[in-house]
C-alpha cells in the first residue's frame, strides 16, 4: 500500500506571489503555517511538489546531478507560471528549497 503523498498548496489572494520550496524528503505542509500567515496579509502563495524531491529517497539514495537539474527546472517553470499572472513573486524556501 502507497501512503497518501502532499499535493501543492494553492492560496490565492492578491496580485503579489510567494513561491514557497519545501525541504528535501518533506512536503508542502512543512511550510503551510507561514504560507497561510502570506496569504492572510494578502498574497497568493503557491507551494508545489517537485517529483523525485518530496518522500523521495530511500535510505542511503543519493539525488544524481540531471534530477537536481529536474528540480531546478521545474522550480523556475512555477515561478514563471506565477509571474505570468501576477505583479511581482518573492521566492522563499526551507532547508534545501531554498538553496533551489
Known amino acids: 500500500m502507497t501512503p497518501d503523498l502532499p499535493g501543492p498548496l494553492q492560496l490565492p489572494a492578491g496580485p503579489h506571489a510567494v513561491l514557497l520550496l519545501h525541504g528535501l524528503c518533506s512536503g508542502p505542509q512543512e ?3 507561514l504560507a497561510r500567515g502570506l496569504q492572510r496579509a494578502g498574497y497568493t ?4 511538489v517537485l517529483a523525485g524531491y518530496s518522500h523521495g529517497y530511500s535510505h542511503g539514495q543519493r539525488a544524481s546531478e540531471s534530477t537536481q537539474a529536474r528540480w531546478r527546472a521545474a522550480a523556475l517553470a512555477e515561478f514563471d507560471a506565477l509571474a505570468a499572472t501576477h505583479d511581482s513573486v518573492a521566492v522563499g524556501g526551507l532547508c534545501i528549497g531554498a538553496v533551489l
Do not use: E, K
Not at 45 to 48: E, F, Q
Open 31 to 33: 511550510l503551510q503555517f
Open 45 to 48: 502563495v503557491r507551494l508545489p
